[in-house]
């Protein structure tokens, strides 16, 4: 859990830029491949997890895409890491391995603290917050040409 895996930041990655590039249209997977460079192997079926886990919808039709499914500030970090791990199947080597009376009762249970602690953090980021830091950085959206204001 210390080292994401390349599947989690591409997850993160791709529903940050749902949220900050939508607009008013929803997000076509190609646009996510184009702008982030994630590999459309990994995105279409990331995506489509995270429509069944009820972070993202996916729209269909000529103009369709993914948009988020809730708010921005109501998604969390620590969601799509759930989503993401729950679709990886790498056995966890460390659980199965033989080891020491130490190693099972101390070092196993301070790494499942640590990763514990590592995703309450990541509860306590929303999607909302990663947003405003990169219009704060100045990381241009191209949400403002999707706009249309016509009444």
Do not use: N
Request: positive net charge; charged residues 30%.
């Amino acid at each position: 859990m210390l080292r994401p895996s390349k599947k989690m930041l591409f997850a993160i990655e791709a529903v940050l830029d749902i949220a900050y590039h939508a607009g008013g249209e929803p997000v076509q997977s190609r646009e996510i491949t184009r702008r982030q460079g994630i590999p459309r192997r990994y995105l279409e079926q990331t995506l489509q997890q995270l429509v069944r886990a009820g972070i993202l919808v996916g729209v269909r039709g000529p103009r369709g895409g993914y948009r988020l499914a809730r708010e921005r500030r109501r998604i969390s970090v620590g969601e799509i890491v759930r989503v993401v791990r729950a679709l990886e199947t790498v056995e966890d080597a460390a659980e199965e391995s033989p080891a020491s009376a130490l190693g099972r009762q101390v070092i196993r249970p301070m790494w499942g603290d640590l990763g514990e602690e590592i995703m309450s953090r990541l509860d306590g980021i929303s999607i909302d917050e990663l947003c405003m830091r990169a219009y704060r950085d100045g990381v241009p959206s191209e949400a403002t040409q999707k706009l249309d204001f016509t009444i």
